[in-house]
């Protein structure tokens, strides 16, 4: 028998096995280090069920309050959606490597890059104590979420876009902002109604988080209610955000169906 052939043909990868025995002792460290253990997880499920217990049944009695968060959280999302997508327009153009120069689409996605580094709701901190309480300081951080997203998602199916049709619209003396709406545009035109349509979606999922830190909509009316103890009316709004996204997220299916 050749040496070939007394070769093992499934060799063991030691490298892999000391990699996922290192990664499960880090693991049960972390654990440690956090205190996980299995009498804090119970007691927290009987402390998890007395809260419960507090929530039901629901208060339906303020309606009033309700109403008044949930219609500007829902103004929040449209208004930050609306001029998310008109910002990130440009910002995705120029962050096109087979458009623009290399140092344009450098600083651009230099912008998108910064645009996601942080949560929404670390930005919305950031803008509270910028501008103060209230609405404006949650738009101005979807709006930052926005571009973040939508801007990185657009360059990128402008890259994959076909220079053919381009070119065919150069060789007929077009500046380039007819080239744009003529070559480029088009073939991106379905995508960035998903895209536009799935950031209104995740903008009334995300107004409703940054009222918890003073930017307005039911977030605040719902940290409210948790100082207050009102478990009950805690409840309520909470089916009512489930309701919303569920809302929402029929809104932006029927768009993507309407104008892809």
């Known amino acids: 028998m050749s040496a070939a052939s007394r070769r093992n043909p499934f060799p063991v990868n030691w490298p892999a096995r000391v990699a996922w025995v290192a990664l499960a002792a880090y693991t049960v460290y972390a654990a440690s280090l956090f205190q996980l253990t299995w009498t804090r997880f119970l007691t927290g499920i009987d402390n998890g069920a007395k809260f419960l217990d507090r929530m039901f049944p629901p208060l339906l009695g303020k309606w009033d309050l309700l109403w008044v968060g949930m219609s500007e959280s829902v103004e929040i999302a449209l208004i930050a959606s609306a001029l998310g997508v008109v910002l990130s327009v440009p910002v995705g153009l120029l962050a096109a490597r087979n458009l623009m120069p290399g140092w344009v689409t450098w600083l651009a996605r230099g912008l998108i890059a910064l645009c996601r580094s942080f949560h929404p709701m670390i930005v919305a901190i950031l803008f509270v104590k910028s501008v103060g309480f209230g609405a404006l300081a949650g738009i101005m951080a979807l709006v930052v979420s926005s571009i973040g997203f939508i801007a990185k998602l657009f360059a990128e ?10 070119e065919a619209v150069r060789a007929t003396g077009a500046g380039f902002a007819n080239v744009l709406i003529m070559g480029v545009i088009p073939q991106v035109l379905a995508r960035f109604i998903g895209f536009a349509t799935y950031q209104i979606d995740s903008n009334l999922r995300n107004s409703t988080m940054v ?9 605040a009316t719902l940290f409210t209610a948790f100082q207050r103890f009102d478990y009950d009316f805690v409840l309520t709004i909470l089916i009512t955000i489930i309701a919303l996204i569920m809302v929402g997220e029929i809104v932006s299916g029927w768009m993507r169906r309407t104008f892809q």
Do not use: C, P, Y
Not at 211 to 219: E, P
């Open 157 to 166: 199916a402008i890259e994959e876009i076909s220079l053919k049709q381009v």
């Open 211 to 219: 009222g918890i830190v003073g930017g307005g909509g039911i977030g």
